[in-house]
Each structure stands twice: as structure tokens, then as C-alpha cells.
Nanobody, 119 residues
Framework: VQLQASGGGLAQAGGSLRPSCAAS????????MGWYRQFPGKQRELVAAISSGGTTNYAESVNGRFTISRDNAKNTVYLQMNSLKPEDTAVYYC??????????????WGQGTLVTVSS
């Protein structure tokens, strides 16, 4: 089981990016999915999360600018990032709680995708 993130990159302040993250492997189901970010020298922090039923929650710093969504048929989570600010520059990681074939839960992480916002 693995998570593969894509769609980070460079954007100007006020611009948009839409990274995505797809889970693959022997998956029974996926519970919560989320995006975290890590600034240099800091701990990873939650950006947004979405439950299997679609309930979302956001960090205060991105609320109203970022939107998390998921496509359960594709085992994929998205993060629509609008009105980007230079302070959003960070490495973004996707996360998912994946139920595998023995019905245990796997706390899976993607490889990280760099988002750089220029002023």
C-alpha cells in the first residue's frame, strides 16, 4: 500500500495549485484522509482533513482559501489551494488511514510535494 502525491510546484502569490494524492495497493477501504505541511525546522502540521463521509476540517490559517476533497472510487484526495500566500511555502504531505486486507488500519504517508509561493 502506498500514497503517491503530485501537483505541487511553483505559484505566484494570489495564485492556485491543486495537488492530489492517490492510494494504491491491497486496500479494503480508506477512513480519514488529510494534508499536512512542514516548514523548515518545524514539526509537521495539519492543513486539512476529510472523513470517509465527507466531513472536513481546516487549519485556521487556510480556512476559506483551501478546499479538501476526495474521490473514493479513485482512492484519491485533493487539495485545492487558492489565494496562495508566500507563507504557504512548505513541503506538503498527504496522509490516509487505510484498512488493508487483514482489516487492520495502516497510517500511510505520501512522499511529500514542495509548494513554493513567490511574492
Amino acid at each position: 500500500v502506498q500514497l503517491q502525491a503530485s501537483g505541487g510546484g511553483l505559484a505566484q502569490a494570489g495564485g492556485s495549485l491543486r495537488p492530489s494524492c492517490a492510494a494504491s495497493g491491497s486496500i479494503v477501504s480508506i477512513n480519514e484522509m488529510g494534508w499536512y505541511r512542514q516548514f523548515p525546522g518545524k514539526q509537521r502540521e495539519l492543513v486539512a482533513a476529510i472523513s470517509s463521509g465527507g466531513t472536513t476540517n481546516y487549519a485556521e490559517s487556510v480556512n476559506g482559501r483551501f478546499t479538501i476533497s476526495r474521490d473514493n472510487a479513485k482512492n484519491t484526495v485533493y487539495l485545492q489551494m487558492n489565494s496562495l500566500k508566500p507563507e504557504d511555502t512548505a513541503v506538503y504531505y498527504c496522509n490516509a488511514i487505510i484498512i488493508v486486507l487483514d482489516y487492520s488500519g495502516l497510517d500511510a504517508w505520501g512522499q511529500g510535494t514542495l509548494v513554493t509561493v513567490s511574492s
